[in-house]
């Protein structure tokens, strides 16, 4: 079946502009995941979705990071007045996970985006 | 705060000789441990989940341990399409959804 995308893949913004990266959860997947990866990193936690809820924002690094999920399919990360330090890897994740219970977290091939 | 150290941070390999990376950490109530792989340009791929010490699963030519402090993520016989950064991540204490992530180790497996 179809697995997590993203788009775009590859984002350049010159300093102080706003993005939008867009994250498609695999079908079904009640649960949803963004994460920051620098080069030669692991991912770092940013945010967790149950559903259409905001469940945990404490990964997000500043108020200009922004997500949503209005309808619990469909997640959108903005970033607001990029910054160099926002270079990265921007990885989406989608799981069956609920209340209890752990289960595995699947990626999307991630946004790389540069700040020029 | 849980922490996650692989080692090594690379390692080269000749295709067929066997090795194993290590995946130490330190948490508060492991809930689980999991492997992931991932290749250049690519989101990681999950391998593996591990629940508790003394737990193991394989995987063609890989196959995970845990114990109480470390996971071993064991490589047989290596091929070249084995080549990647392999990461473990664990999931701990109150929050069954937060994944914390080691940097990895980067695998090259040559012809």
């Known amino acids: 079946g179809a697995g997590v995308s993203q788009s775009p893949r590859y984002k350049v913004a010159k300093r102080g502009q706003d993005v939008a990266l867009r994250c498609d959860p695999i079908?079904?997947?009640?649960?949803l995941f963004w994460y920051q990866q620098a080069l030669g990193q692991g991912p770092e936690f940013l945010t967790y979705f149950q559903n259409e809820a905001q469940l945990d924002k404490s990964g997000l690094p500043s108020d200009r990071f922004f997500a949503e999920r209005p309808e619990g399919s469909v997640s959108t990360l903005k970033i607001q007045r990029t910054q160099q330090e926002d270079s990265a890897v921007y990885l989406c994740?989608?799981?069956?996970?609920?209340?209890?219970?752990?289960?595995?977290?699947?990626f999307g091939p991630g946004t790389r985006l540069t700040v020029t | 705060e849980d922490q996650v150290t692989q080692s090594p941070e690379a390692l080269r390999l000749q295709e067929g000789e066997s090795s194993s990376l290590n995946c130490s950490y330190t948490?508060?109530?492991?809930?689980?441990l999991f492997w992931y792989r991932q290749d250049p340009g690519k989101g990681p791929e999950f391998l593996f989940t591990?629940?508790?010490a003394g737990e193991e699963k394989e995987k063609e030519r890989l196959k995970a341990t845990l114990t109480k402090k470390e996971s071993f993520l064991h490589i047989t016989a290596p091929k070249p399409e084995d080549s990647a950064t392999y990461l473990c991540?664990?999931?701990?204490?109150?929050?069954?959804?937060?994944?914390?992530f080691g940097k990895g180790t980067l695998l090259t497996v040559n012809p």
């Open positions: 994740a989608s799981s069956l996970a609920r209340a209890s219970g752990v289960y595995e977290q699947y």
């Open positions: 591990l629940y508790s």
């Open positions: 991540a664990v999931n701990s204490g109150g929050s069954n959804y937060k994944l914390t």
């Open positions: 079908s079904g997947h009640v649960s």
């Open positions: 948490v508060s109530g492991l809930r689980g």
